[in-house]
Nanobody, 127 residues
Framework: QVQLVESGGGLVQAGGSLRLSCAAA????????IGWFRQVPGTEPEGVSC????????YYIDSVKGRFTISRDNAKNTVYLQMNNLKPEDTGVYHC????????????????????WGPGTQVIVSS
């Protein structure tokens, strides 16, 4: 079993910042890849950012490149998503997701490899 608990969401004005945290517990050692997926009502969740076993192995969706930074603290079993210069289109529920090893490196942040999902934390960016 794997437990994932997100925190750090909230309401922020455009241009502001938030830092999301994902605390992992249980058999998380079996999942080297962790990601943040955003869900907006009426749409499928999309991978916003994912990280592999090393900080050099990361993925960002084009719309957040240069604004978001994913990192992990293995000693604390915690993954972070620093979100700067937030835009209204960043609004959504952000889920922390444990991912199985992908078939190819380019699939690091593909939902087809998702295994465990946290309940999510709401991010609302007002214009």
């Amino acid at each position: 079993q794997v437990q994932l608990v997100e925190s750090g969401g909230g309401l922020v004005q455009a241009g502001g910042s938030l830092r999301l945290s994902c605390a992992a517990a249980g058999d998380i050692v079996n999942y080297k890849n962790i990601g943040w997926f955003r869900q907006v009502p009426g749409t499928e969740p999309e991978g916003v950012s994912c990280i592999g076993s090393s900080d050099s192995n990361t993925y960002y969706i084009d719309s957040v490149k240069g604004r978001f930074t994913i990192s992990r603290d293995n000693a604390k079993n915690t993954v972070y998503l620093q979100m700067n210069n937030l835009k209204p289109e960043d609004t959504g529920v952000y889920h922390c997701v444990a991912l199985m090893a992908p078939t190819t490196p380019s699939q690091l942040c593909s939902a087809m490899f998702s295994s465990h999902w946290g309940p999510g934390t709401q991010v609302i960016v007002s214009s």
